[in-house]
Every structure is written in C-alpha cells, then in structure tokens.
C-alpha cells in the first residue's frame, strides 16, 4: 500500500526565510504527487502537483517541489517566507493507473504545521 | 462559482446515534470523495463514487459506515451506532472526473459524546 511521510509536524521559520517542508513516499512505480494547503477553518487548497513532466513543479503562492525518484522524495519550498504561509501543509499521492492516469484516492501524510515568525 | 459545500458544519451526538453527514459538490463532477481527518492526522480515504456508484470503498472502516449517492450529485454519509471513536473531521471532495484535482468542502466535525 502507498504511504507518505512527512519529516517534522512542526517546523518554525522566520519571515523572508527558506521554507522546506519534506515529504517521502513509498512506491515501486512513480505516483502522482500532491501538496495540499489547509488554512484554519477552511478547506483544503491544492498548491501544486506532479504528475510526469517537469521534476521541478511550480505552485501557487511562490511554492515549487522537486521529485526525485532516487529519493522518492517530493520536498515543497519557498525561497522567502511569509506571515501568511502559516497554516499546515500535507503531502498526498494517487496510484498511476496502467494507463498512465491517476487513480484518483489520495493518500495523505501527517501533516506539518508551518509557523512564520515576524 | 460555488464551491464544495458540507452540512452540518459541526455535528454533536451521543455514542450509539445515527448521524448523517452531506456533502454538495461542485456541479457538473461526476468524482466525489470522502475522507476523515482525526485529529492531528491527515485525511484518511473512505469511499470514491463515480456517478451513483460506489468505485471503491476499501476505506470505510467498518459496516456502521455507510454512503450514498443516488442521482449522482449530493452524497450523504451515515454513521450507525456512533462511537467515540468516530470522533473528527469529514471531509468531501469532487472532481471533473477520476483522476482530475480534487476541490475539498470545509468538512464536518463530528464528535460523539
């Protein structure tokens, strides 16, 4: 079965710091790969994804991810961090059907609580 | 235009009530999903329909869990003999289809006294 772990539930950055929240997963074939957004009270944002084109996938808000298959790796970033960029975030994956589509059923991490400090 | 909706958005019962939980997609998906986020955990997958019916629903705990989606739009989530256990979040999401980005509702928080 899929599963995703994210390294840290919480992690604590200054703003205009590097943001790096980490995410590995456990697949023999290349999933889908997802980050997710979940802001208080709200419901959850997708920020970016991979699917098999570019490794170095660019997102809302000045996120990127980079896959790494030798890793199976899939870590978000953000050059500069901002007050607003404190919410939780949460890595997900979705089987590669053989047809190369996604499957659809995410499979989340843990979750990590990103806090900016002014 | 309108998002995924839930209702209620705070449901509280006591152990051994039936609760249903309901969930509006966004209009035109034909993929609705639901999951349950306990706390301080990521959402865990329940059941997936494509239309009216039920794709996969390997996800559902036990058979005090049940969901329906009868004209292929709303879905409703019943919980029978509720636990404490059963205690957290439901989230619902649509797609244009299988495999397309999912567009989460806010979600129903469940807790049972």
């Known amino acids: 079965a899929q599963s995703v772990t994210q390294l840290g539930s919480h992690v604590s950055v200054s703003e205009g710091a590097l943001v790096l929240l980490r995410c590995n997963y456990s697949?023999?074939?290349?999933?889908?790969l997802f980050w997710y957004v979940q802001y208080p009270n709200q419901g959850l944002q997708l920020l970016l994804k991979?699917?098999?084109?570019?490794?170095l996938v660019k997102g809302i808000n000045g996120f990127e991810a980079e896959f790494k298959k030798s890793e199976t790796s899939f870590h978000l970033t953000k050059p500069s961090a901002h007050m607003s960029d404190a919410a939780e975030y949460f890595c997900a994956v979705s089987d590669r059907r053989a047809g190369g589509t996604s499957y659809g059923k995410l499979t989340f991490g843990q979750g990590t609580i990103l806090t900016v400090h002014p | 235009g309108a998002g995924v909706s839930q209702t209620p958005s705070n449901k509280v019962t006591e152990k051994g009530k039936y609760v249903e939980l309901r969930c509006d997609p966004i209009?035109?998906?034909?993929?609705l999903y639901w999951y349950r986020q306990s706390l301080g955990q990521g959402p865990e997958f329940l059941i997936y329909?494509?239309?009216?019916?039920?794709?996969?629903d390997s996800g559902l705990p036990n058979d005090r869990f049940f969901a329906v989606r009868p004209e292929g739009s709303v879905s409703t989530l019943k919980i029978q003999r509720t636990e404490r256990g059963d205690s957290a979040v439901y989230l619902c999401?649509?797609?244009?289809?299988?495999?397309?980005?999912?567009?989460f509702g806010p979600g129903t928080r469940l807790t049972v006294l």
């Open positions: 999401a649509s797609s244009f289809s299988q495999g397309n980005e999912q567009f």
């Open positions: 209009s035109g998906h034909t993929a």
């Open positions: 329909f494509q239309g009216t019916g039920a794709a996969d």
């Open positions: 991979y699917t098999s084109a570019a490794t």
């Open positions: 697949s023999s074939v290349p999933p889908y």
